[in-house]
């Protein structure tokens, strides 16, 4: 199974450098006030998708905060609760 990944994995590459050497033409991106940039198609490719990866991990990140806080709290909730208030739920009758 190991190989097997290893094998998809370097066809995947091969894929990725033939489409790479066929976009190799130069791109003009227009930006504002008359510049222009000139790259090959394939750099524009790879900046905007790691600029697109980095705006999901920043989105996932903030969320995973959120719900490090939210944890932490209840977590400090549960500890500073009295153990004789804690009530056993009556739903885990039934998953037995």
């Known amino acids: 199974m190991r190989y097997l990944l290893r094998i998809i994995e370097l066809a995947l590459l091969i894929v990725l450098i ?5 976009n190799s033409d ?6 504002f006030f008359g510049q222009v940039w000139e790259a090959p198609f394939i750099v524009f490719l790879l900046l905007f998708f790691v600029a697109g990866a980095a705006v999901g ?3 996932t990140f903030s969320y995973y905060l959120r719900m ?8 400090k909730e549960l500890r500073t ?7 056993v739920d009556p739903s885990d009758a039934l998953a037995d």
Do not use: W
């Not at 130069?26 to 930006?31: E, I, Y």
């Not at 609760?81 to 009530?87: E, G, Q």
């Open 18 to 22: 033939a489409v790479t050497v066929q």
């Open 26 to 31: 130069l791109v003009k991106f227009k930006l």
């Open 57 to 59: 991990l920043l989105a």
């Open 68 to 75: 490090r806080k939210e944890l932490s709290q209840l977590k």
């Open 81 to 87: 609760r009295p153990a004789s208030s804690v009530t």
